[in-house]
């Protein structure tokens, strides 16, 4: 080997050393002419080419370039490499993938790289979805919480109260909506410069208020005086709350003005304390009748608890109801309220009468029903009282005259036959003077339980005088009845006897008119009068006998006196035979004269006048009365147009009573005569008032709108029932002078008399008393405190009215 060699193979070993040091030596020259050599040499140059490009490959490689070209496919060592290139760029691609999102991606050509990459996969994707989780949950809240402050702000800029957010640091409004503008009166700008303090009308409250805000979470204000711009105080509830944040923390309040609520409230409780003080029983129900509340005087009336009356109809609280009428009350009392009585219903079963005041209402949008509930026990058993006493005799307890009288004109209008018995105690009023009243009492109380003996169950016996009876028989011919008066007259004088001057007993003796009741007869006045006539004949004939009037005389006297009445009435507005007398109405309070009744009077041909009581039923049965109502309503106007002082009553018949053309001929005279229509007042009597009581009230109603006032006359003598009172518009109630004529010696007159003064009075309507005939009668009447007086003690009827000055100094006689 020469040197030549030697050197190319140490050049060679060198080259390998390189290598192996990771060095890259440079190529290797080959030899000429050496073939063996140069193959060596050539199979290094590839082995230091190749080794220089995996070089080239993975320096970049290793620094994470993989934008290189892999090893050339000659390299001796390119196929691991170009294997690791592959890899690694499919390794970045599924990075890459991951990146994005895609978990999917797993490696399972590397080994431990491999798990421990796929693990770290694994890792992040459910960190990804826990991530994802927790976005959608912020992206949620964050929806709900714009929504919420959507809500808020709604919220808060419609709030019905003012509502504002305060810095619990500075006390400065931060925030706040209209209404608290409108409740304060203060413009935006201007709230946003003030405090908490600035609302106060008091500013110690307001430190203490604003101290327990800040120290509680929810805090409650009632009625807080607050000032408004413009200086007004009022009252408002307040309410707070805090609202905690991250940064920072507000109070948010909350102002209601109450003022009027308060004062409502004020209302309400004042009539609640009048709804529970009030002796009436009040019961609210809807409009189907259930009961909505009731006061305390319904618990204590009913028996049942305030809860179980809200559970109970209106229908449970009356007496077996006839659920459609009351139904149909309830329909009326909500369109314009009714008045009614009714039976009521207790819960022990026990019943009692009520009087019903109803009335619709609407209350917070709904419709209610107020009922108003009166006991009326206590009127109606002394309305029962009063029934007994207008229609019996006191002493002897049997029908009195007004009975008498309502019954014979029931024969006559039934054209039924009967006869009228009249019959008088025989010097009663020497037995009186003698013996004392007692004694004359207990007489008179005798022969009333001997005659009821005598009689049948339908014959009728009444006191229509201090010693006069009559004896009503119907069905009964004269002969009949003339018997039993000779029966009844012996019986008498038999069996009932008197204390005598001498210390003995003096028989008790009546004397005895009887008349019989025809088809012919047409007035109850005509028949009275005619047994009064046949009385009066027993009585001249000396007493102790019994006169029966016959149909000759009746019919003689009758006629004649009859056709001389209607001869009078015709012709008496050609000879003015109508005269207008003036009787004075007097003021118990005052001492004055408030106005006077004008009485018709009847003139005959030699101007002697003739009372009422002969021409009226006359009048009445013969169709005159319109005539007669006419006349004296001219005569009025032509006396208030004499005497300008003068305030009239007049009387009205119950013929006339309703009538349009009467209406109208009254109206006509005032407008022609000018005179102040409250000067002109009209008397009705109660019968007529009551047997027609629509058409009574509507033209009472219609001529009261004008002016003109209303009386009703003789009350208590027809009597039905108080109520009517209540229902006749009337100014004026004049007592039936039947009760008042024994005022001082009657204690059940005078029961009546103040029964029936308070009732009116409770009613707003003022009472006369009429037939005053004396001092102690008037002196009772001033203690029952009636408010006028009529009678002859006061002043008789006159054909002119009497003045002022003499009437009080009559008065002053009197006291």
């Known amino acids: 080997m020469d040197s030549i060699e030697k050197a190319k193979i140490r050049q060679i070993s060198e080259s390998i050393n390189q290598l192996l040091q990771g060095k890259i030596p440079t190529s290797l020259t080959p030899l000429p002419d050496r073939e063996d050599l140069n193959k060596l040499t050539e199979l290094v140059n590839d082995v230091i080419n190749s080794f220089a490009e ?249 028996g049942y608890t305030n809860h179980e009356l809200r559970k109970m109809t209106i229908y449970d609280l009356f007496a077996c109801p006839d659920k459609e009428i009351l139904e149909r009350k309830l329909k009326e009392a909500c369109s314009y309220g009714i008045v009614y009585e009714a039976v009521n219903l207790r819960k022990n079963n026990s019943t009692f009468p009520v009087e019903v005041s109803a009335r619709g209402s609407v209350v917070g949008g709904k419709s209610i029903l107020a009922n108003i509930i009166r006991d009326i026990s206590e009127r109606k058993k002394i309305e029962d009282e009063l029934r007994y006493l207008a229609t019996h005799d006191p002493l002897t307890r049997i029908a009195n ?61 009444a006191r229509i005088g201090g010693d006069e009876f009559a004896i009503l028989f119907p069905k009964t011919e004269i002969s009949e009845a003339k018997v039993f008066a000779e029966r009844l007259r012996n019986v008498v004088a038999e069996k009932i006897k008197y204390p005598n001057q001498f210390k003995t007993t003096s028989s008790f003796t009546i004397s005895i008119g009887v008349t019989a009741i025809d088809s012919t007869m047409f007035d109850v006045n005509e028949i009275m009068a005619q047994a009064n006539f046949a009385l009066y004949q027993a009585k001249e004939q000396g007493r102790n006998r019994v006169v029966c009037l016959t149909c000759e005389q009746k019919n003689r006297e009758k006629f004649k006196e009859t056709n001389k009445i209607i001869r009078l009435i015709s012709d008496a507005a050609a000879v003015k035979r109508f005269v207008l007398y003036f009787q004075p109405i007097y003021n118990m309070e005052s001492g004055e004269i408030t106005h006077h009744e004008g009485l018709l009077r009847l003139l005959d041909d030699s101007n002697n006048i003739i009372p009422p009581s002969r021409f009226i039923p006359i009048a009445e049965r013969f169709g005159l009365m319109a005539q007669i109502d006419k006349h004296v309503i001219k005569l009025a106007f032509e006396a208030l147009d004499k005497y300008p002082d003068l305030h009239l009553f007049i009387n009205i018949s119950g013929g006339s009573l309703g009538e349009e053309y009467l209406f109208n001929y ?129 002043g008789k009827p006159e054909p002119v009215p009497v003045n002022k000055v003499n009437i009080q100094k009559n008065y002053q006689k009197i006291k």
């Open 666 to 794: 009254i109206k006509e005279n005032i407008l022609a005569s000018g005179i102040e229509p409250q000067r002109i007042g009209f008397e009705i009597t109660e019968t007529a008032a009551i047997k027609d009581l629509p058409h009574a009230d509507r033209w009472i109603k219609e001529l009261k709108k004008i002016g003109c006032c209303f009386a009703i006359d003789d009350f208590g003598i027809g009597f039905s029932t108080f109520s009517y009172l209540q229902y006749l518009p009337v100014d004026y109630v004049k007592i039936d002078g039947s009760y008042v004529r024994e005022l001082d010696r009657n204690d059940k007159h005078r029961a009546l008399v103040q029964a029936i003064n308070t009732v009116a009075v409770s009613l707003g309507k003022t009472t006369i008393a009429e037939f005053v005939e004396d001092g102690s009668v008037m002196e009772v009447l001033k203690e029952l405190k009636i408010n006028h007086v009529q009678g002859h003690y006061i």
């Open 54 to 302: 995996i070089h080239e490959f993975i320096l970049p490689l290793s620094k994470g370039i993989l934008k290189v070209d892999p090893p050339k496919t000659k390299n001796l060592m390119a196929s691991p490499f170009k294997e690791l290139h592959s890899q690694l760029k499919t390794l970045t691609w599924q990075v890459q993938q991951i990146a994005k999102g895609d978990y999917k991606q797993r490696v399972d050509f590397m080994g431990e790289f491999s798990k421990a990459f796929n693990n770290l996969v694994e890792n992040l994707a459910e960190k990804d979805r826990l991530v994802k989780k927790q976005i959608k949950i912020l992206e949620q809240e964050a929806i709900r919480l714009r929504e919420s402050e959507k809500r808020y702000s709604l919220a808060l800029e419609h709030s019905p109260g003012g509502v504002f957010i305060l810095d619990p640091v500075t006390k400065k409004v931060l925030e706040f909506n209209v209404q608290l503008e409108n409740i304060l009166g203060y413009s935006r700008e201007e709230l946003k410069q003030m405090s908490y303090y600035d609302f106060y009308l008091d500013h110690s409250s307001a430190e203490i208020d604003l101290g327990n805000i800040i120290n509680k979470t929810f805090y409650v204000i009632k009625s807080r005086k607050l000032k408004k711009k413009n200086g007004q105080v009022i009252e408002a509830d307040i309410q707070t709350y805090w609202s905690v944040g991250v940064t920072s923390s507000v109070i948010i309040i909350n102002i209601q003005d109450v003022t009027k609520r308060n004062q409502a409230e004020q209302i309400l409780s004042k009539y609640k304390i009048l709804l529970e003080e009030v002796k009436d029983i009040i019961v609210f129900c809807d409009t189907e009748g259930r009961i909505l509340e009731a006061n305390k005087e319904a618990e204590r009336a009913y």
């Open 401 to 461: 005259r007004y009975v008498l009288e309502e019954t014979i004109a029931e024969l006559i209008s039934n054209q039924s036959p009967g006869t009228l018995l009249l019959l008088d105690v025989d010097n009663f009023k020497l037995i009186n003077d003698t013996f004392g009243h007692a004694e004359g009492d207990k007489l008179l109380i005798d022969l009333v339980t001997l005659t009821k003996q005598q009689l049948g169950k339908k014959d009728i016996m």
